[in-house]
């Protein structure tokens, strides 16, 4: 289709039905593209398509994600603070004001997800971990399940979250730890202005060792890009950084790393990111890099 006729399309059709053309059609493509390309069906993806014969198209397309419904999450209000939350290992986790019930039901289950030891997008494994008295730089924070999971273990926290909505409820979910965490309203790039800053502007090289999560919807080369001081002078220092977004992520974000002597390892398992209208063969993506010096 020429540019014209998708925008036709998507102004015509409805999303909620644009979504179910898309189920129809992914598959189909993805399924003739293997069997056209066998030089490129490994066995982790044979297992993949085995998995998509049976089961709706998915960015998880793996069986552990079937554990997750929304139904099993119990969401909780506090009158004082006028927010909905969930206890997250007994630690109360808040969601935006304006969240329903059933959308916070729904975003938590997709947490659990991309947490599971299974999961691509899992930030930390058996030989990847966080230390005690880290400090945990996160950049696009979102609702701070991650921060919130390693907050009493770290020495200092910096979030940050450029969503205005997502404050509050930041503000609200690590209260107990004011002392100890930064949260900061702009998004994280390669330069700085009024809505965006560098980690460079931010973050000193320390003794202790930074670890850094990224999952800036795409941006992740842009914010090491904005890094260049912190990623030459830092040691010991973590990166778990999402490749997923884009289709040359995790190959020019392995050479930008490599080029700062970071020893890199991707996520284990794919994930197939259904949201990437460009998304082209051969459609699976690993999660993120974990890097390490």
């Known amino acids: 289709m020429n540019n014209f006729t998708i925008q036709l399309y998507r102004i015509t059709v409805p999303k909620y039905f644009r979504r179910k053309i898309q189920a129809k059609k992914l598959p189909r493509s993805i399924f003739d593209y293997y069997k056209k390309h066998p030089e490129d069906l490994s066995p982790e993806i044979e297992s993949i398509l085995n998995y998509l014969k049976k089961n709706p198209i998915a960015i998880f397309p793996y069986s552990f994600q079937d554990q997750y419904h929304p139904d099993i999450v119990k969401v909780f209000y506090d009158k004082t603070k006028g927010l909905r939350y969930v206890l997250m290992d007994g ?98 790039a390669d330069t700085a202005n009024s809505k965006q800053i560098t980690l460079d502007n931010i973050i000193s090289p320390i003794e202790t060792e930074i670890f850094l999560k990224a999952d800036v919807e795409g941006a992740e080369l842009k914010l090491l890009k904005g890094a260049t001081k912190l990623l030459s002078q830092q040691k010991p220092f973590k990166i778990a950084i999402c490749t997923y977004h884009k289709e040359q992520d995790e190959k020019e974000i392995s050479k930008f790393l490599s080029e700062y002597n970071f020893k890199i390892s991707f996520s284990e398992g794919y994930m197939l990111p259904i949201f990437d209208k460009k998304m082209r063969p051969p459609f699976f993506r690993h999660g993120l890099i974990r890097a390490k010096k």
């Open 91 to 188: 630690k109360k986790l808040y969601f935006k004001k304006r969240w329903s019930t059933k959308r916070i039901k729904k975003a938590y289950s997709i947490l659990l997800k991309e947490q599971d030891i299974q999961s691509p997008h899992r930030y930390l494994n058996e030989q990847f971990q966080f230390n005690e008295g880290d400090v945990l730089v996160d950049a696009g924070t979102a609702e701070g399940n991650f921060a919130l999971s390693l907050v009493e273990k770290a020495s200092k926290l910096i979030l940050f979250e450029p969503d205005k909505e997502w404050i509050e409820p930041l503000q609200a979910t690590f209260e107990p730890w004011k002392e100890k965490v930064t949260i900061i309203n702009k998004f994280v």
